[in-house]
C-alpha cells in the first residue's frame, strides 16, 4: 500500500515537472508543445553523456541548461515569428520538432538502451514505515516539489514573474506596458523546455534510456494539463496527483487497464467540467 | 527641441487594408494635443502604427526623434511614451497593484511612483490587492492612467478615455490630465467629447478617412464647426 | 441581418458557372478513370503494390483532413479508427462464424458508433485540447491491443480467416496488388466526390462557418455541437474503410496500424497535400509512399527529414499541394486571359 501510495506521488511528481513546463509555454504563446516528451528523452541522454564529467548533480543542471537554450531557440525562431498563424500550424511545426528530435537522439546515442546511476549516497533503499523504499525515489519527489516551489515564487515574487503572468494572459497589453515580451517569450519557453529536461535527468535513474522513453510520459502530462483546465498550475497539480496514484494502483491492482485509466478518469472529468478541473465554464 | 511623437506622410496598413492616408504632426514636450474624429476615421490607427500593430508602409513615424522600423508593442513605451489604450487593456489576473508595478516595466525614474499614484487615487489604494477586473468602468480607467503614469513618461497618450463613462468621471479625467500636464508631460488625447477636449488640450487636429483634415488651436475655437466633423 | 448574409451559408450560383464546374468536375473524374484502369498496365509492379497501399492509408489521411478542413482540428488519432474497423471485422470474421459480408457491416457500424460516443465527449472540451486528447486515446488503444493476449496476438498480430469470395470478388485476386488497384482508385474517387458535394451541402458550409467563427455561429442561433460531433464520426468512418480494406487486402490485423506514429504520418500526409480540397490528403499519401519507397538509403532515419520536411511546408506553404496546383491553375487562367484579351 504504501509503496504504491509513493510510487504515485514520484510518478506524479515527474508529470508536475513535465506538464508545468507545457502549462508554461502554453499560457505564453498558447500553443500545446508537442516536442516536450522528446525534450524530456533529451535531457536523460545529456544528463547521461555529462554525468561522468560534472557528476550527477551537475549533470542534472546539465540538463536544465541545455533544454533552456533549445528552449530559447524554439521561441526565437519558431513561435515568436509564427505568433499571427493559425495555432495548427505551430502545433504541427512542434510535431515536427519531435519527430526530428527523436531521431536526432537515435543518430547521436543509438538505439540500445542505457542506465544512468543514482547519485552515489543515494543509491541504497531507505525504511518507510517498516518498508524499505529505494531513497533515490524520495530525492525525486522532493526535486519535484521543489521546483514546483521555486517556479511558484520566481512567478508570484519577482518583477520577471510578474511580466510572464501579465503576458501570459493578454500579451499585447502586457507590450504596450513596455515590457520587452519578446524577452519574456523566450526565458518563458526557456524555462518551460527546461523543466522538461530536468524531468528527463531526473527520472533517468528510474529507467532505461531509450529515444522512446518520453512517449508515455508525455501523453500522460497532456491528459494531465487537459484534466487540470490547460492554462492552470494549480489544476495539473492536482491532476497529476491523482493520475500518478491512479497508475500506480491500476499497475497493482489492474495491470491490464493501466493504460485505459487516465482515459477513463480524463473522460469523467469531460464530461462533468468540460473545461478541466480549474478551467471556466463555458456557457 | 525633439517632438516627443512626430508623424511625417504616414500611411498605415492592418494587412492589405490602407487605412492612414498620409498623416503629419508633431507633438513638442509639454504639449497638450487633441486628436478628433468620428469612429473608424483611424485614430486608434495612429497610435497602433507606433506599436507595430497596424503597419507603417510609406512616411516615418519618430518618437524623441528615433524612427520607428518594425516597432515592437513595447516599442513606445520604453521610449517614454506611455499609452492608455482604447478599452482600457487591465490585465485581469493581476491585482490592481500588480497592474500598476506592470506600468513601471520601462524602468524611468520621475515623480510617480506607487506611493505618489496612490495618493491620486485613493480607490486603488483602498482596493490594491484586488483583481483589477473588479473595478467599476471609471475606476478601471484611473487604474489605466495610474498605469501608464508609474512609467513617467514623456508624452501620455489617451485613447478616447471618456468612453462610456458618467460625466462626473470624465470631469475627473479632465483634472488629472491637468495634472499630468503640470508636471511637464505632454498629452496627446484622441476623444469624440468635446468638453474634455476643450479643458484638457491647447490644440487640435481632426480626423477624417485617414487623414487629418483640419487643426487649430483652442482659442477661439468653433464648437459647433467641430459637432459637424464628428456628429455620427 | 448582416450577419445572417455573411454567414457563407449556400448560395445558388450562376447556373453557368455551376454547369462548368460540373463538366469541370466530369472532365477530372473520367480523366482519374481512365488512369486508374491504365495505371496496371503502364507502371511497374512494385509503383502499383505501393500506391494501392498509398490509396488505402490515404483514407486514413482524408479522414484527418476532412477534420481539419471542417473543424480546424488536428487529430493525432485517427490510426484508432483505422485500426480498429480491422481489428473488429477481423476478430468477426475469424470467430464469430458470421458470413464475411455480414461481419464487415457489423465491424464498421460498431466502429463508427463507438467513434459517436468518443466524439460525444471530447467535443465538449475548447478545441485546443483536442489534438491531445486524440492523441492520448491512441495510445491507451494501442497498449490496448499490444499487451492484450490471446486470438489477436498481442504485439504480434493475427491472420484473419477469409472465405473464398467476398461480395462475389474472389479473395485471391482482391489481395492481388493489381485488381487492388483498382479498386482502391475507383473508391477513392467516388469518395473525394461524396466529400465534395457534402461540402456544398448546407451541413458542410454550416461546419466551414462553425470552424470559421463559433461564437458567431452560435449567436446566430445554430447548434455548434452536434455538427462538430458529425465531422468528427464521418473522418472516423473514412478512416475505417481504409482501415478495412487494408485488412482484406492483407488478411493480417496487428498493432503496429494503431500506433500513433501511423496517426501523425496520417496528419502529414494531409498536411503535405493540403485540406482545403479532398482529394489534397490522398495526393499527400501517394506523395508520402512512393518517395518513402525510393528514398531507401536513410536507412531507419526517416524521422529526421520528415520532420524537417513537414517544418518547411508549414512554414513556408501551409496549403500544400492543394495550395500549389490552385496557385498554378490561376497563373495559367490569368496567363490564358491575357492572351485572349
Ligand atoms: N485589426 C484591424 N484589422 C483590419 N482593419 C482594422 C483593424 N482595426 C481597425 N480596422 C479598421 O481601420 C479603420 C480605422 O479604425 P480605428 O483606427 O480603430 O478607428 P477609430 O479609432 O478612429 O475609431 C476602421 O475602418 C476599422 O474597421
Ligand atoms: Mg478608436
Redesign the pocket.
Known amino acids: 500500500m504504501i509503496i504504491q501510495l509513493l510510487n504515485g506521488l514520484v510518478y506524479g511528481g515527474l508529470l508536475v515537472i513535465l506538464s508545468s513546463g507545457l502549462v508554461l509555454i502554453f499560457g505564453l504563446r498558447q500553443v500545446v508543445n508537442f516536442a516536450h516528451g522528446a525534450f524530456y528523452t533529451l535531457g536523460a541522454y545529456v544528463a547521461l553523456s555529462v554525468s561522468a564529467f560534472v557528476g550527477f548533480w551537475g549533470a542534472l543542471a546539465a540538463a536544465f541548461v541545455a533544454l533552456s537554450v533549445v528552449g530559447i531557440a524554439l521561441d526565437r525562431f519558431c513561435f515568436r515569428p509564427l505568433q499571427n498563424r493559425p495555432h495548427a500550424v505551430v502545433l504541427i511545426i512542434t510535431f515536427g520538432l519531435f519527430l526530428i528530435v527523436t531521431d536526432l537522439v537515435q543518430l547521436v546515442w543509438g538505439r540500445e538502451s542505457y542506465s544512468l546511476l543514482p547519485p552515489p549516497d543515494f543509491t541504497g533503499p531507505v525504511d518507510v514505515f517498516g518498508t524499505p523504499y529505494p531513497v533515490y525515489r524520495l530525492v525525486v519527489l522532493a526535486l519535484a516539489v521543489v521546483a514546483a516551489v521555486a517556479l511558484q515564487a520566481w512567478l508570484r515574487l519577482t518583477r520577471i514573474g510578474l511580466h510572464a503572468r501579465a503576458a501570459a494572459t493578454d500579451i499585447v497589453a502586457t507590450g504596450i506596458q513596455g515590457v520587452n515580451t519578446d524577452r519574456v517569450g523566450a526565458l518563458v519557453v526557456g524555462v518551460g523546455c527546461g523543466l522538461a529536461g530536468l524531468a528527463g535527468a531526473a527520472a533517468a535513474p528510474l529507467l532505461a534510456l531509450t529515444p522512446s522513453m518520453g512517449d508515455a510520459i508525455i501523453i500522460d502530462s497532456f491528459v494531465v494539463m487537459v484534466i487540470g483546465g490547460l492554462g492552470s498550475f494549480g489544476g495539473s497539480i492536482v491532476a497529476a496527483a491523482l493520475l500518478g496514484q491512479i497508475q500506480a494502483f491500476g499497475a497493482v491492482y489492474m495491470p491490464s487497464l493501466t493504460t485505459l485509466l487516465p482515459f477513463v478518469l480524463m473522460a469523467a472529468v469531460l464530461v462533468i467540467r468540460p473545461t478541466g478541473l480549474a478551467g471556466a465554464r463555458i456557457s | 527641441m525633439t517632438a516627443c511623437i512626430r508623424f511625417d506622410d504616414v500611411h498605415a496598413y ?2 492589405g ?1 490602407h ?1 492612414l492616408h498620409g498623416v503629419s504632426f508633431a507633438i513638442e514636450p509639454g504639449e497638450r494635443v487633441a486628436l478628433i ?1 468620428r ?7 495612429v497610435v ?1 502604427s507606433l506599436l507595430g500593430i497596424a503597419r507603417i508602409g510609406s512616411g516615418v513615424a519618430r518618437i524623441a526623434g528615433r524612427a520607428l522600423k518594425n516597432p515592437r508593442t513595447f516599442t513606445a513605451a520604453q521610449l517614454g511614451i506611455a499609452i492608455v489604450p ?1 478599452g482600457r487593456m487591465i490585465v485581469p489576473n493581476l491585482t490592481i497593484e500588480e497592474n500598476l508595478i506592470l506600468g513601471a516595466a520601462p524602468g524611468r525614474k520621475g515623480y510617480w511612483t506607487l506611493e505618489t499614484i496612490l495618493a491620486l487615487f485613493p480607490i486603488l489604494k483602498e482596493r490594491a490587492r484586488s483583481p483589477g477586473t473588479a473595478l467599476s468602468g471609471g475606476q478601471q480607467q484611473m487604474l489605466a492612467l495610474g498605469r501608464a503614469l508609474m512609467g513617467n513618461p514623456t508624452c501620455l497618450v489617451l485613447d478616447e478615455p471618456s468612453e462610456g463613462l458618467a460625466p462626473v468621471i470624465v470631469d475627473d479625467v479632465a483634472d488629472i490630465a491637468a495634472k499630468v500636464a503640470a508636471q511637464g508631460t505632454a498629452i496627446l488625447l484622441i476623444e469624440q467629447n468635446l468638453s474634455l477636449v476643450r479643458r484638457a488640450a491647447d490644440r487640435f487636429g481632426v ?1 477624417a478617412k485617414g487623414r487629418i483634415v483640419s487643426e487649430g488651436s483652442m482659442a477661439g475655437l468653433d464648437i459647433a464647426a467641430l459637432h459637424a466633423h464628428i456628429a455620427i | 441581418m448582416v450577419l445572417e448574409s455573411s454567414l457563407p451559408l449556400p448560395t445558388r450560383q450562376a447556373s453557368d458557372s455551376s454547369r462548368s464546374r460540373a463538366a469541370r468536375w466530369l472532365v477530372w473524374s473520367v480523366l482519374a478513370v481512365v488512369v486508374t484502369v491504365l495505371a496496371p498496365t503502364l507502371c511497374s509492379a512494385r509503383v502499383i503494390a505501393v500506391s494501392s497501399q498509398a490509396l488505402m492509408f490515404g483514407f486514413l489521411a482524408m479522414g484527418t483532413g476532412f477534420i481539419h478542413k471542417h473543424s480546424g482540428l488536428l487529430s493525432f488519432g485517427h490510426a484508432v479508427w483505422f485500426g480498429l474497423a480491422g481489428y473488429s471485422v477481423g476478430i468477426l470474421a475469424t470467430f464469430s462464424g458470421l458470413p464475411i459480408e455480414l461481419a464487415i457491416a457489423i465491424g464498421l457500424v460498431l466502429v463508427v458508433a463507438l467513434a459517436a460516443l468518443v466524439a460525444m465527449v471530447i467535443m465538449r472540451s475548447p478545441g485546443i485540447a483536442f489534438s491531445m486528447l486524440t492523441l492520448a486515446i491512441n495510445v491507451a488503444v494501442f497498449e490496448l491491443f499490444n499487451r492484450m493476449r490471446g486470438a489477436t496476438g498481442g504485439a504480434d498480430g493475427f491472420s484473419i480467416a477469409l472465405p473464398e469470395t467476398i461480395f462475389g470478388v474472389p479473395t485471391t485476386s482482391l489481395q492481388s496488388p493489381q485488381t487492388m488497384f483498382v479498386i482502391m482508385g475507383i473508391t477513392t474517387i467516388v469518395t473525394v466526390g461524396a466529400l465534395t458535394l457534402f461540402e456544398r451541402s448546407h451541413l458542410g458550409q454550416l461546419t466551414l462557418a462553425i470552424r470559421e467563427n463559433p461564437e458567431r455561429a452560435r449567436f446566430i442561433g445554430y447548434d455548434i455541437y452536434w455538427p462538430r460531433v458529425i465531422v468528427f464520426v464521418i473522418s472516423a468512418a473514412l478512416a475505417a474503410i481504409g482501415g478495412l480494406l487494408f485488412t482484406l487486402y492483407t488478411g493480417f490485423v496487428s498493432p503496429e496500424v494503431l500506433g500513433f506514429m501511423t496517426s501523425g504520418q496520417a496528419m502529414i500526409m494531409a498536411m503535405v497535400g493540403g485540406t482545403a480540397a479532398a482529394w489534397g490528403p490522398v495526393a499527400g499519401a501517394l506523395m508520402f509512399f512512393l518517395v518513402r519507397d525510393r528514398v531507401t538509403f536513410l536507412g531507419d532515419h526517416w524521422m529526421l527529414p520528415l520532420g524537417s520536411a513537414l517544418i518547411v511546408v508549414m512554414a513556408v506553404w501551409p496549403t500544400g499541394l492543394v495550395g500549389a496546383a490552385d496557385f498554378v491553375s490561376r497563373r495559367i487562367r490569368g496567363a490564358a486571359r491575357r492572351l485572349h484579351g
Open positions: 492592418y494587412g487594408a487605412i474624429g469612429n473608424g476615421v483611424g485614430k486608434t490607427t497602433n482604447q480626423m
